[in-house]
């Protein structure tokens, strides 16, 4: 996967404006993989991109139950947003029956290294966010499906 040009996110605003146009490139099968330290922004971006999508009520953290998931017709395509914080070891993804999920969804995935990562797969779009002084950065690493959907 190639880095493009880091994006600035100063503002909430800005943040859900990002999520707003994965959200619009978005497809069943897709893997968004949000890493970065504790209060980087990952869940606020994984808000983002499924308030995008429709979905009109609360979007809690996965971080107690691992995995959210979010059905058409609240959204205009199933959604499956998981936070893998708190795995010890990629294996446990089989108990989880993530494959069971991921069916016809898309993933949103916190914390991807902790389940193995998903750089790997086809349609991946890899996003590091990053804290600074005037907000946060987005570094965003898209597959090869994924560089021919970004504008």
């Known amino acids: 996967m190639n880095k493009l040009e880091p994006r600035r996110l100063p503002s909430l605003a800005a943040m859900a404006d990002f999520g707003a146009a994965i959200a619009a490139r978005l497809r069943p099968g897709d893997v968004i993989a949000l890493e970065g330290g504790l209060g980087a922004g990952k869940t606020t971006l994984a808000r983002a991109i499924i308030a995008s999508l429709g979905f009109e009520g609360e979007v809690p953290s996965p971080t107690f139950t691992i995995v959210e998931t979010y059905d ?3 959204l205009r395509l199933p959604i499956v947003h998981a936070d893998f914080y708190r ?9 989880l029956g993530l494959d069971d999920y991921r069916e016809g969804a898309a993933l949103i995935a916190e914390w991807p290294d902790r389940a193995g990562g ?13 804290t600074e002084d005037q907000g946060r950065i987005a570094i965003v690493q898209p597959s090869a499906d994924w560089q021919r959907r970004l504008p």
């Open 72 to 74: 058409a017709p609240a």
């Open 118 to 130: 998903f750089a790997h797969e086809a349609a991946c779009l890899g996003i590091t966010l990053e």
């Open 87 to 95: 795995l010890n070891d990629a294996s446990e993804l089989q108990e």
